[in-house]
Nanobody, 124 residues
Framework: QVQLVESGGGLVQAGGSLRLSCAAS????????MGWFRQAPGKEREFVAAINWSGSSTYYVDSVKGRFTISRDNAKNTVYLQMNTLRPEDTAVYYCAATQFLRAYYAPANYNYWGQGTQVTVTS
């Protein structure tokens, strides 16, 4: 089992920044590829970003490219999502997730473990 706990969400004005963290415990963190997803009210869970086990490869949904950066620190068992130039449409609950198989990094069904989520609200 892998336990994931997100933190760092909050209320921010449009154009501002937040950094989300996801701390992992349980099995060996570096065995897992990590993803960030988000879900707005009334919408399906949406892929945001993913990173492979070593941090050498990253993937983003088009709407966040150039604004968000995913990174990881395997020594700290933590994955991060730096979010800059936030927009009201980024408002959602953000979830981190873990998978041993990265071939469908954009698909929620590909991930075995999920955190409880952290709320991000961006005001205009």
């Amino acid at each position: 089992q892998v336990q994931l706990v997100e933190s760092g969400g909050g209320l921010v004005q449009a154009g501002g920044s937040l950094r989300l963290s996801c701390a992992a415990s349980g099995r060996t963190f570096s065995d897992y590829n990590m993803g960030w997803f988000r879900q707005a009210p009334g919408k399906e869970r949406e892929f945001v970003a993913a990173i492979n086990w070593s941090g050498s490869s990253t993937y983003y949904v088009d709407s966040v490219k150039g604004r968000f950066t995913i990174s990881r620190d395997n020594a700290k068992n933590t994955v991060y999502l730096q979010m800059n130039t936030l927009r009201p449409e980024d408002t959602a609950v953000y979830y981190c997730a873990a998978t041993q198989f990265l071939r469908a990094y954009y698909a929620p069904a590909n991930y075995n473990y999920w955190g409880q989520g952290t709320q991000v609200t961006v005001t205009s």
